[in-house]
């Protein structure tokens, strides 16, 4: 079978890049990991991607002048990678419109609340400070509005009595490996019966 390849980019551990090559082993998963990318150098997840033969690389955004040089070079190593997806799984930096618009429909990002819910940083605390009873994860296309691109999928999660923001997110994050997964699936097995219509 076909199978996109895919590029995960991270700025940490890359938990949820994790789930993805977890996944992605499968022999009826759609996406095959391409390579993995980090904005830092030292990013932990760089040594588990490399760990399971993962191409492994860094675009240090500090090296470089302004954003648009620094998406220049990642945009050049995700097409030498052969990327057809980008999966941002982590990833600190907010991208510029004109990358945004090069990747239109094939650049994705799991986002920790139900969008449009909670945009931006700090969701856990901010559900609790409203009260919320439930929270949870999209995924999301990434458009040039910060996390406001259309959704593919949700998990939600309920919020408990007592929750802090670390014992929400840690129920989040549990939803998130599991949901990142499927998104990735989502749009590479449409992507391909786009090819073939």
Request: net charge neutral; with cysteine.
């Amino acid at each position: 079978m076909r199978k996109s390849r895919a590029a995960v980019l991270i700025s940490g551990r890359g938990s949820n890049m994790m789930a993805l090559v977890e996944a992605a082993r499968a022999a009826d998963y759609p996406a095959t990991i391409a390579g993995v990318i980090s904005n830092r150098p030292d990013a932990a997840g760089l040594a588990f991607a490399a760990a399971n033969g993962i191409a492994a690389g860094t675009v240090d955004h500090r090296a470089f002048a302004t954003r648009e040089s620094f998406e220049a070079s990642l945009d050049q190593t995700l097409k030498d990678m052969g990327a057809e997806i980008v999966a941002l799984a982590g990833f600190m930096r907010v991208l510029t419109t004109g990358f945004v618009e090069r990747w239109q429909g094939r650049i994705i990002n799991i986002h920790p609340s139900l969008l449009p819910l909670y945009k931006g940083l700090n969701t856990h605390a901010r559900a609790l400070a409203d009260g919320a009873t439930r929270h949870g994860c999209s995924v999301h296309l990434v458009t040039p509005e910060l996390d406001g691109g259309p959704v593919l999928l949700q998990a939600e999660v309920p919020v408990l009595a007592g929750d802090t923001p670390d014992s929400l997110a840690a129920r989040v994050l549990d939803a998130e490996h599991k949901l990142y997964p499927r998104a990735l699936a989502l749009l590479a097995s449409r992507l391909q019966s786009e090819e073939t219509s």
